[in-house]
């Protein structure tokens, strides 16, 4: 298990859930992610990372696959103008590689926000740390386990 995979299962187990991490292959879309899981494109939480230009920091936006965010009212959330955030800041920040950045197990604390749309679900699905792995989660945990703030950033 990677070191990324066990701290997202850590990050679970200490939030008193039991871990039920996938693996499901290279999924490059949430599509994919939605058609390896059986579930709808909507209910995969899409890890949208940008660097806040004042900061330097990396801000995190969860929202519903099938979902973009709007440029605009991300950066009217942040208070800073944003930037695309290099697999650099990434790592730096998350701990996680592009594509495998998972809601919870940051190496470093990091602003974030929640797009209502997974809040409409029982149950959505995340990456889990690498690519390719995937977990389900009751989307109502999130803002307690990420911090995530639910705002309204999409197009």
């Given at each position: 298990m990677?070191?990324s995979?066990?701290?997202?299962h ?33 209910q995969?939480?899409?890890?949208i ?7 330097g ?6 929202t519903a ?7 605009d009212?991300?950066?009217?959330l942040?208070g800073e103008?944003?930037g ?8 730096a920040?998350t701990?996680?590689?592009?594509g495998g ?9 990091i602003?974030?926000w ?10 959505v699905?995340a990456?889990a740390g690498?690519?390719?792995h ?8 999130l ?5 995530a703030?639910?705002?309204d950033?999409?197009?």
């Amino acid at each position: 298990m990677s070191k990324s995979l066990k701290r997202v299962h850590a990050a679970i187990e200490a939030a008193g859930l039991t871990p039920d991490i996938r693996e499901v292959g290279q999924a490059r879309t949430a599509q994919e992610a939605a058609d390896s899981v059986g579930v709808h494109v909507d209910q995969i939480a899409k890890s949208i990372i940008f660097r806040a230009e004042t900061s330097g920091e990396a801000v995190l936006f969860l929202t519903a696959g099938g979902n973009r965010v709007c440029a605009d009212k991300a950066t009217a959330l942040a208070g800073e103008p944003l930037g695309k955030a290099d697999a650099g800041l990434i790592r730096a920040q998350t701990g996680f590689a592009i594509g495998g950045v998972a809601p919870v197990g940051h190496l470093n604390p990091i602003r974030a926000w929640l797009d209502p749309r997974l809040l409409e679900f029982d149950e959505v699905w995340a990456a889990a740390g690498t690519p390719r792995h995937v977990f389900p989660i009751d989307p109502k945990r999130l803002p307690e386990l990420t911090g995530a703030e639910p705002a309204d950033f999409t197009l």
